[in-house]
Nanobody
Framework: QVQLVESGGGLVQPGGSLRLSCAASGSIFNIYSMGWYRQAPGKQRELAASIGSGGITNYVASVKGRFTISRDNAKNTVYLQMNSLKPEDTAVYYC???????????????WGQGTQVTVSS
């Protein structure tokens, strides 16, 4: 059993910043990719940013240069620093972690509960 707990969402004005955190806990042998999806009202969920266990990052084009993803492997935590926020960044943000619970078990994807980010004046 693996749990992901998110924090850091909220309401912010355009141009502002927010930092999301997502901590994984439970039966964890290893965590591979971690990241953040987001889903805006009436739109499909999209991958906003991801980071591999070695630190390689990937961003959707619309957030490049504004968002920074990072992770603390010792804490099993992934972060998303969001700067220069725009109204179109408004969405529910979901973190994920690709987890192996035991050496011989398959890797599976665990999800956070989602946190609302609203960018509005």
């Amino acid at each position: 059993q693996v749990q992901l707990v998110e924090s850091g969402g909220g309401l912010v004005q355009p141009g502002g910043s927010l930092r999301l955190s997502c901590a994984a806990s439970g039966s964890i042998f290893n965590i591979y990719s971690m990241g953040w999806y987001r889903q805006a009202p009436g739109k499909q969920r999209e991958l906003a940013a991801s980071i591999g266990s070695g630190g390689i990052t990937n961003y959707v084009a619309s957030v490049k240069g504004r968002f920074t993803i990072s992770r603390d492997n010792a804490k099993n935590t992934v972060y998303l620093q969001m700067n220069s926020l725009k109204p179109e960044d408004t969405a529910v943000y979901y973190c994920y972690a690709d987890v192996r619970t035991e050496p011989i078990k398959d890797v599976f994807r665990s999800w956070g509960q989602g946190t609302q980010v609203t960018v509005s004046s």
